[in-house]
């Protein structure tokens, strides 16, 4: 009879064993979170790098099929590359969709570089909750015009992907 009485008084824990296991899951969430939030940033970072490394390819792309076309000058809506609209400037990269082909780029060129050359799955550029922002600067390399500007929005650091239309180059820097 005592042992009957025995086992129904164990059906629950014991407030120390609740304690107990409260206090390891929060030693786990103290050593877990700060681990969580750097994969968040290492995300952005490798967002930032692969758009990066997308653009690159597309310009380089864009030049590629000039250069196979059997371009030698500016060329308005490169045939074999993407929807057939980008234009290239004398040196071959990519300068608009409009029938533009100065190296001279200005906030709506960039957008349209970067709609043409990497198309439907692009990261937004223009709307209230785009990924990027887009603004134009003095070209750094010295040569007339602006280079474009696109600046990562989603982790509010303020890392860039620049493009020089004069060279082609792609640029990130990551904050």
């Known amino acids: 009879m ?6 129904q008084k164990q059906q629950g ?5 609740l304690v107990v ?3 390891i ?4 969430a103290a ?4 681990r969580f939030a750097q994969l968040s940033e ?11 490394g997308a653009l690159a390819a597309g310009v380089a792309l864009t030049k590629t099929q000039w250069v196979s076309n059997g371009f030698t000058a500016a060329t308005t809506d490169v045939e074999g590359f993407g929807n057939d609209d980008v234009d290239v400037s004398d040196d ?8 533009i082909t100065s190296a001279d780029m200005t906030v709506a060129r960039c957008q349209q570089v970067w709609a043409g050359v990497l198309q439907s799955n692009a990261p937004t550029i223009v709307g209230a909750n785009a990924d990027y922002t887009v603004t134009v600067q003095p070209d750094a390399d010295g040569d ?18 620049e493009y020089d239309a004069d060279t082609g180059e792609i640029t990130s820097t990551i904050i």
């Open 2 to 7: 005592k042992e009957r009485n025995r086992t």
């Open 13 to 17: 824990f014991t407030l120390i064993e």
């Open 21 to 23: 296991v409260i206090a």
């Open 25 to 28: 899951l929060a030693i786990l």
């Open 31 to 34: 050593f877990a979170l700060p």
């Open 42 to 52: 290492q995300a952005h970072q490798s967002t930032i790098r692969a758009t990066a």
């Open 92 to 99: 071959g990269w990519p300068t608009a969709t409009n029938d």
């Open 144 to 161: 007339p015009g602006a280079d474009c500007v696109f600046t990562y929005e989603l982790d509010g650091q303020g890392s860039t992907i």
